[in-house]
């Protein structure tokens, strides 16, 4: 079945302690994306990657960092975690030739103390 | 300026009847495309549709249509006979640069529309 995992579904943490959210595809799919999603702002990109070893910064890249050396791969890593990062984190990707559907993960629900 | 507006922070619709969720856009590319995703109470993100600006006709897809009118920058979602499981935040988006080797892939979303479909 073609998907997008994300794993933890659920994570409750506390300041400064360095966590990692994992985003696997197995459709081949060139982009891979990290959105956050807040009440009444939307979702909100924080980095992508366009490829292997080819990421760059979104919207709201602060306090996050991507790494991207398998295609199908997009953790997304916070270093010193900050309650201003209490949000729903959703892991989307697609191809970059065709189709236009972006598919998203199932979301991971982070609570930062 | 926002470039994805949804003016109805909540809707209500009475089963089996049509609902219209509207959504106007701003961009200055010529080449875009515009997406609604629907998000059930358990949060997962599920696509309904797509349009892109270059396409002659609206998109439709099961009881979902696109109502897109260009020259309005518009692109409003109709839901036809709803059903009790349409009941979810909606969200309009639109990815620009369709046509730019390179470009982010980014989708731009606006803020949202609550349907509750009554029974």
């Known amino acids: 079945e073609a998907q997008v995992t994300q794993n933890p579904r659920y994570l409750i943490t506390v300041t400064g302690k360095k966590l990692t959210v994992t985003c696997s595809q197995n459709?081949?799919?060139?982009?891979m994306s990290w959105y956050r999603q807040d009440p009444g702002l939307g979702l909100r990109q924080i980095y992508y990657?366009?490829?292997?070893?080819?990421?760059d910064k979104g919207d709201v890249p602060e306090g996050y960092k991507v790494s991207r050396k398998e295609k199908r791969n997009f953790p997304l890593i916070l270093e010193s975690p900050s309650p201003n990062q209490t949000s729903l984190y959703f892991c989307a990707s697609s191809f970059t030739l065709r189709g236009n559907e972006q598919f998203f993960g199932p979301g991971t629900r982070l609570t930062v103390l | 300026a926002q470039k994805i507006t949804q003016t109805q922070p909540g809707m209500f619709v009475q089963e089996k009847e049509a609902v219209t969720l509207d959504c106007t856009y701003d961009?200055?590319?010529?080449?875009?495309?515009l997406f609604w995703y629907k998000q059930p109470s358990s949060g997962e993100m599920i696509f309904l549709i797509y349009q892109g600006s270059y396409d002659q006709q609206n998109a439709t897809e099961g009881r979902y249509s696109l109502n897109f009118q260009k020259a309005r920058k518009s692109a409003n979602l109709v839901i036809s006979a709803s059903q009790l499981g349409d009941s979810a935040m909606y969200f309009c988006a639109m990815r620009e640069g369709l046509r730019r080797g390179g470009s982010n892939y980014k989708l731009t979303f606006g803020k949202g529309t609550l349907l509750t479909v009554n029974p």
């Open positions: 961009t200055s590319d010529p080449s875009y495309g």
């Open positions: 990657s366009m490829n292997v070893e080819v990421t």
């Open positions: 459709m081949n799919h060139e982009y």
